[in-house]
């Protein structure tokens, strides 16, 4: 296992599954509510699974890199849009990020973080 990572293993994952990897970032209550983290599971298991998600749960995020995307969650229990930054890998589903998005735009700091947080995990390998 990396220092940098937390891997996310638990019982009922099918050996098919990709682990998650997480890299930053917490999904559990709080901050989320009890519905969008069951929500962020439930998405995140998806993906694990290899389905691909689409708008309006996922969208692609080139400008973080290449088989990078954003989940999309709306939490009614907190008034927050969470987002849920992850890269699909060959072997492992990356949570890059995880944070409560205040604006249209992903802020630029994130975007950078989050690149730098993948050059670390590509440059461990």
């Not at 293993?9 to 682990?19: E, L, T, Y």
């Not at 080139?62 to 088989?67: E, F, Q, V």
């Not at 492992?92 to 973080?113: G, H, M, N, S, Y």
Request: glycine residues 4%; proline residues 7%; contains cysteine.
């Amino acid at each position: 296992m990396r220092d940098n990572a937390t891997y996310d293993i638990h019982s009922g994952v099918s050996p098919k599954d990709k682990p998650l990897v997480i890299l930053s970032g917490e999904i559990k209550t709080p901050p989320l509510s009890p519905a969008a983290r069951s929500e962020a599971g439930f998405l995140l298991r998806r993906l694990q699974k290899g389905d691909t998600l689409t708008m309006p749960q996922s969208r692609s995020m080139p400008s973080i890199g290449p088989r990078c995307h954003e989940l999309r969650i709306h939490d009614a229990g907190t008034n927050n849009t969470w987002r849920v930054i992850y890269r699909v890998d060959t072997e492992e589903l990356l949570v890059v990020d995880v944070f409560a998005k205040k604006t249209r735009a992903t802020p630029k700091q994130t975007i950078e973080t989050c690149k730098r947080r993948l050059r670390a995990w590509d440059h461990n390998d």
